[in-house]
């Protein structure tokens, strides 16, 4: 990630992004982005995996397993979120431990197009190397093309569907090994 230093803990700065695990008092802002990614895609007319209103509960577990994160920038104003955690079997099956799971990474629509969702995979990856993991891999709806070509375009290849759920989603995997 250019510009910035990785730190110990798991937190991540550059100039302006400061990624820190979340806690049960970030919960209501973390709500506030997820709620205002998914009101942006309605009226875009885009397609939206998760409810709106997010129910807090849901969210509860990533927080208990500190798999939550939220990504601030100068000053404290939170910018995104992004939960990365260590196994994914609904949507990948059981795999080995070679991988961190991106999921319901959301950037504020007021930050879009400043660069915070790479910044934020970035972080991932790195994450995720650190913990000697070879792979990064997220999901997203399987009619989602704007989506699939930011994914291929942050280093992402696809890696077929799956159902889970009701929704068809298609699978992204980045190699870090490379």
């Known amino acids: 990630m250019s510009g910035g230093t990785v730190a110990s803990g798991g937190h991540v700065a550059t100039d302006e992004l400061r990624m820190r695990v979340a806690r049960p008092i970030d919960l209501p802002e973390?709500?506030?982005?997820?709620?205002?990614?998914?009101?942006?895609?309605?009226?875009?007319?885009?397609?939206?995996?998760?409810?709106?209103?997010?129910?807090?509960?849901r969210l509860l577990p990533s927080i208990d397993r500190e798999e939550l994160y939220l990504a601030d920038l100068r000053g404290g104003v939170?910018?995104?979120?992004?939960?990365?955690?260590?196994?994914?079997?609904?949507?990948?099956?059981?795999?080995?431990?070679d991988a961190g799971y991106v999921h319901r990474l959301a950037?504020?629509?007021?930050?879009?197009?400043?660069?915070v969702g790479r910044r934020i995979l970035e972080w991932a990856a790195s994450e995720t190397q650190a913990r000697g993991r070879a792979y990064v891999r997220l999901d997203c709806l399987e009619d989602a093309p704007?989506?699939?070509?930011?994914y291929e375009?942050?280093?992402?290849?696809?890696r077929g569907?799956?159902?889970v759920g009701g929704l068809r989603c298609a699978l992204f995997e980045r190699s870090l090994t490379r």
Not at 32 to 57: K, Q
Not at 153 to 158: D, I, L, R, V, Y
Request: zero cysteines; proline letters at 13%.
């Open 107 to 115: 950037v504020r629509r007021r930050h879009a197009g400043r660069g």
């Open 161 to 163: 569907t799956v159902t």
């Open 30 to 57: 973390i709500l506030e982005i997820l709620a205002d990614v998914s009101e942006w895609e309605v009226e875009e007319g885009l397609p939206h995996p998760w409810p709106n209103p997010f129910p807090a509960s």
């Open 153 to 158: 375009a942050a280093g992402f290849s696809p």
């Open 146 to 150: 704007r989506l699939h070509r930011y």
């Open 78 to 97: 939170g910018a995104g979120t992004v939960t990365l955690q260590w196994s994914d079997a609904p949507f990948w099956g059981e795999r080995p431990p």
